[in-house]
């Protein structure tokens, strides 16, 4: 579904401050899946995921989705077959427009639209069912700003944008992490019901390891840009993430 050939990629490149992420770097991502990617501060999750996303551009490399390579591809072109949530709850959605008129943002992505226009019946209807299947009463506020949601409410909400046009990719960067621990566990519980419904193949990233197990069906760590771990989910166990965490950071600090 997703190959990653030969990538490399650095930050500040042949400055003093030259940062070295990946060095030629491969992963392939089967289709129908979650994978996760777990791995300490700055091992390059977010920037894998940005550089698939294509709003950070590689040194060198191939992306390859469903045989096709889009590594040159400009990030409006690739987004209409990704959908992204990030940590942040602000930035799936926009906040000064209503729940009804952010879907109709969504549903529309990659077309040309006028907003006055693009709200109709039918569409409303597909609207309330995805919002009643996140069962958090979102299918009688349509005409609330997004502004005015719980961080929870509006990474739910960001979610299902991110599903409806049923993407060849989903990415969630730590979409959870911003939020309580329940509110947390109501929003992986309906990512894994919603991808496991529309069979999206997910790339999520967690610092989470016990979601990272229960919400996967891979795992991946990274390490300084390094695969040191790749194996179905259900063969790890967390207390094992968490040894392997602890050896590397040991071996960072030393
Ligand atoms: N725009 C940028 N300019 C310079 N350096 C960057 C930039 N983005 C990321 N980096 C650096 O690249 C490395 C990888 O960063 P990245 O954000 O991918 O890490 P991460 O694995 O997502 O970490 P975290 O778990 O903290 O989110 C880090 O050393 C980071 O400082
Ligand atoms: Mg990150």
Redesign the pocket.
């Known amino acids: 579904m997703l190959k990653i050939r030969n990538l490399s990629k650095s ?2 490149k042949d400055m003093d401050n030259e ?1 070295e ?1 990946f060095n030629r770097f491969n992963l392939d991502i089967e289709a129908n899946r979650c994978t996760a990617i777990i ?12 550089i698939i996303g294509g709003n ?1 551009q590689e040194d060198e490399g191939q992306i390859v989705l469903k045989n096709k390579d889009i590594s040159n591809l400009r990030e409006e072109k690739r987004a209409i077959h990704m959908g992204r949530v990030y ?1 942040d709850p602000s930035m799936g959605v926009s906040p000064s427009l209503t729940i009804l008129e952010n879907m109709s943002l969504a549903d529309k992505k990659g077309e040309r639209f006028t907003l006055r226009r693009l709200i109709k019946k039918r569409n409303m209807d597909r609207y309330i069912d995805l919002l009643k299947d996140l069962d958090l009463g979102l299918e009688d506020k349509l005409d609330t700003k997004v502004q005015f949601l719980s961080g929870g409410q509006r990474q739910s909400l960001s979610l299902i944008m991110a599903a409806m046009k049923y993407p060849d990719l989903l990415l969630l ?2 979409h959870t992490a911003a939020l309580d621990p329940k509110t947390s566990n109501v929003v992986m519980k309906k990512t894994k019901e919603l991808i496991e419904k529309y069979s999206i193949t997910t790339i999520m ?1 967690s ?1 989470n390891m016990r979601d990272a197990i229960a919400y996967s069906d891979r795992i991946i760590m ?1 390490d300084r ?1 390094q695969i040191i771990l790749d194996r179905p989910s259900k063969d790890v166990t967390e207390e094992e993430l968490i040894t392997i965490y602890r050896t590397k950071l040991d071996e960072a600090i030393a």
Not at 39 to 50: D, M, R, V, W, Y
């Open positions: 930050f500040n940062i992420v791995g300490p501060n700055g091992c390059g999750k977010s920037t894998l995921l940005n950070i940590q960067d730590e990233i610092h990274l840009g």
